[in-house]
């Protein structure tokens, strides 16, 4: 019988081959999204949501270090759609980083497959919609990049994995969230906080009505999980908190962390961690997990608060009493600071390669180019309301950046983004940052706003090596770390105050830089670095995708998607199902 099944087989290892691109290739992991619009009632009101596979939050993508990951996506909504992928660095490819800068729209009812690989990368990450204030009705999901099994890790292996995502939250949808930024007035405050996209817990009969669905995380007595919490919200920082526990903090966005523990973390918009929890208490009732709203009046915003439950398998009760609190400086930001000051590298462990990380000594480099990038309240230019950085607003390209430059389109986009911030009045443009290849860039981020801000970098993890009050100064450098400031992908900015990071800028393409506030970035606080190696060749960046979409001044090269060809898009996928359960059978 095996002999008779034999050419089968090896038809069906040489098939596999070819649609895996080669046998000696990194692992490939495929996911299927259809985004849509369903009707859901996270905080006991019906509203529309943007679900994926039906789901809201959307499926977690786990992947390991180095593996291909395909997802493609079928745009079920009404309005164009990019997926991104914060914090997953799309080393070589900025193509796949969906953003408006890199890549054309996916139009509705239309498929697009992003295909990118996980290169060098470990850690806790969250993708979601970058379009038109998307994010805020949903379409947001985990991404996990866990090591190689050769890679030591700097602590014991868990009993298990949990993703947790908060975020503020508004009952009106993005659509109607839009026309309120573009009344020329503000968001007002939110609605109140989700967890894991579901409402608060009934903690307080008063505040939180019956019926509201809330989260439960289900654990064992005595045994250590990891707990990712990524604030996937529009613009509130939150204060992440446990009751009875210790979290230890193990990991930031694709960074270990000298092992500290905390009875709470602020988490700014956009950032994510990992901790380590304990479950060593004595399980009298269940615990409150908590996220609530930072540097606000807190009996204004009682209602902007996140209450999940963690259960013990031995749990005598339900949860009851007052929420632990957060830290009491309501409008003091101090204790904030000195808690991020407070979060180091850990240069010692091994990251996705087995050098330790501090093995990039990046307080030894040159610095080749300095930005200061400062914010101020919005303004109002050609009778709209903008965001600025550096008295720009950011026009969004007609014609992607990246694209325009494959093609030679003239007009697209300015290169010319100042160093320093613009002395005459704020202007709307389309300007870029011109990066260095191979340049160390040092960016410093002043905030003169009065609310919190978090910035993120595309392609990129930077080093956080310095924040202050007041404004920024040449004298600020003697403050900076330049031993083991935490290597990330988004970082907090205080109100009247700087942050600096560094940038090593070795990955060619066209990066975005933006507020992770999501009504700020509506209104144009945004920019892209344009990286460019003037030794053009497939080792620095790969090739255009084959199913590059095209709009603005190319869009005439763009043919119509009919089903054959969302067909095609999903026919690999499909057919490498096929194979793999046929080779399955065969070897049974």
């Known amino acids: 019988m095996a002999m008779a099944n034999t050419p089968i087989f090896f038809s069906c290892i040489f098939l596999f081959c070819i649609l895996s691109f080669t046998c000696a290739e990194d692992p490939t992991v495929s996911y299927k999204f259809e985004v849509s619009y369903i009707t859901a009632s996270p905080l006991g009101v019906p509203q529309q949501v943007i679900a994926i596979n039906g789901k809201f939050p959307g499926p977690t993508i786990n992947s390991t270090t180095n593996n291909n990951v395909v997802v493609n996506v079928r745009n079920k909504l009404d309005e164009d759609l990019l997926l991104t992928w914060a914090g997953i660095q799309q080393k070589r490819s900025s193509w796949q980083d969906g953003v408006l800068g890199t890549n054309c729209p996916i139009p509705p009812k239309w498929n697009w497959t992003y295909n990118f690989q996980v290169k060098d990368q470990i850690g806790s990450y969250f993708y979601f919609p970058s379009l038109n204030l998307q994010r805020a009705s949903g379409g947001f999901g985990s991404f996990i990049i866990k090591p190689r099994s050769v890679i030591p890790i700097p602590f014991d292996n868990p009993a298990d994995d949990i993703t947790i995502l908060i975020g503020d939250w508004y009952i009106r949808n993005h659509t109607a969230l839009r026309k309120t930024l573009d009344a020329g007035r503000d968001l007002g405050m939110p609605d109140g906080v989700l967890i894991n996209g579901k409402g608060p817990y009934r903690y307080n009969d008063t505040l939180v009505p019956d019926g509201i669905d809330h989260e439960t995380i289900n654990v064992e007595p005595g045994k250590t999980y990891r707990i990712r919490v990524s604030n996937v919200g529009v613009s509130t920082s939150l204060n992440f908190r ?108 091994s990251g996705a390669r087995p050098n330790p990380q501090g093995s990039f000594k990046y307080g030894s480099i040159n610095v080749t180019d300095v930005y200061i990038l400062r914010n101020k309240p919005p303004v109002t230019i050609d009778g709209k309301r903008r965001a600025t950085l550096s008295g720009i607003s950011f026009v969004k390209p007609t014609t992607p950046i990246r694209l325009a430059d494959e093609f030679k389109v003239k007009g697209a986009y300015k290169l010319d983004f100042p160093n320093e911030p613009l002395t005459g009045p704020s202007r709307m443009e389309t300007s870029v940052i011109n990066g260095t290849y191979r340049g160390f860039m040092e960016v410093i981020l002043q905030n003169n706003e009065t609310k919190m801000h978090s910035y993120h970098m595309d392609g990129y993890a930077f080093f956080v090596v310095g924040m202050g009050y007041g404004e920024w100064t040449n004298d600020s450098r003697g403050t900076y770390n330049k031993w083991d400031g935490i290597a990330r992908t988004t970082t907090q900015v205080y109100p009247g105050a700087w942050t600096s990071i560094l940038i090593s800028l070795d990955n060619v393409g066209v990066w975005n830089l933006r507020t992770e506030n999501l009504d700020s970035w509506y209104l144009g606080q945004e920019t892209y670095v344009r990286i460019v190696n003037p030794e053009k060749n497939n080792k620095t960046e790969l090739p255009i995708p084959d199913n590059v979409l095209y709009c603005g001044a190319l869009s005439r090269m763009q043919k119509p998607q009919d089903i054959s060809s969302a067909l095609k898009q999903h026919g690999s996928m499909v057919v490498l199902g096929l194979l793999m359960a046929m080779l399955s059978v065969l070897v049974l």
């Open 242 to 349: 446990i009751q009875s526990h210790n979290l230890l903090l193990a990991e930031s966005e694709g960074s270990y962390t000298v092992q500290q523990n905390y009875t709470s973390l602020d988490i700014h918009v956009g950032q994510t961690y990992s901790f380590l929890i304990t479950m060593d208490q004595n399980a009298s009732s269940d615990y409150y997990i908590v996220a609530s709203a930072r540097f606000v009046n807190e009996s204004t915003w009682q209602r902007v608060t996140g209450v999940g439950v963690l259960h013990y398998s031995n749990s005598k009760g339900k949860a009851s009493g007052p929420l632990p609190p957060p830290p009491q400086d309501q409008y003091d930001t101090t204790y904030s600071m000195n808690q991020a000051r407070s979060i180091r590298w850990n240069v010692s462990a």
